[in-house]
């Protein structure tokens, strides 16, 4: 009876803590933020970023590296919708309910930030699908 016990905790600890569903997460970075460059196929994101929002009451921030008009934010960890915003507008971020952020170009979305109010901590993930194209400066002719 003991050994078939100690079997069953064995294979328990072996198949629970498989290393290969580690390797599919991404690594948090030591502040929380992480910023990851993809390929521009249009199945893919232009950029994805990563936030941990900390529990009780706490609201981080991230700056997006270029505007964005197009995004999918996600609930990658975390049980319960949390408060999130891109400086205009306010939004309930809902585990398992990508939210799909569309905005004009005139007006981008260049932060988000997210409030987690309960205890465990929330990770976010951000897909931006469009950036604002950057205007080339004007040549100026002198003669």
């Known amino acids: 009876m003991k050994i078939i016990l100690l079997s069953l905790t064995l294979l328990f600890l072996i198949f629970g803590f498989s290393p290969a569903q580690a390797e599919n997460l991404p690594t948090l970075a030591q502040n929380g933020v992480e910023v990851q460059q993809l390929s521009k196929s249009p199945l893919k994101p232009l950029k994805s970023y990563f936030l941990n929002v900390l ?3 706490s609201r981080q921030s991230i700056k997006l590296d270029s505007p964005a008009t197009r995004l999918i934010i996600y609930v990658q960890r975390g049980e319960k919708p949390i408060r999130c915003g891109d400086c205009t507008k306010t939004y309930n971020c809902i585990p398992g309910k990508p939210l799909k952020i569309n905005v004009d170009p005139a007006t981008p ?3 988000i930030w997210a409030e987690n109010r309960y205890e465990k901590l929330v990770r ?3 897909d931006v699908l469009e950036e604002v194209s950057n205007p080339e ?3 100026r002719n002198q003669s």
């Open 124 to 126: 976010l993930r951000l």
């Open 55 to 57: 529990g009780g009451g």
């Open 137 to 139: 400066p004007e040549s």
């Open 109 to 111: 979305i260049k932060k």
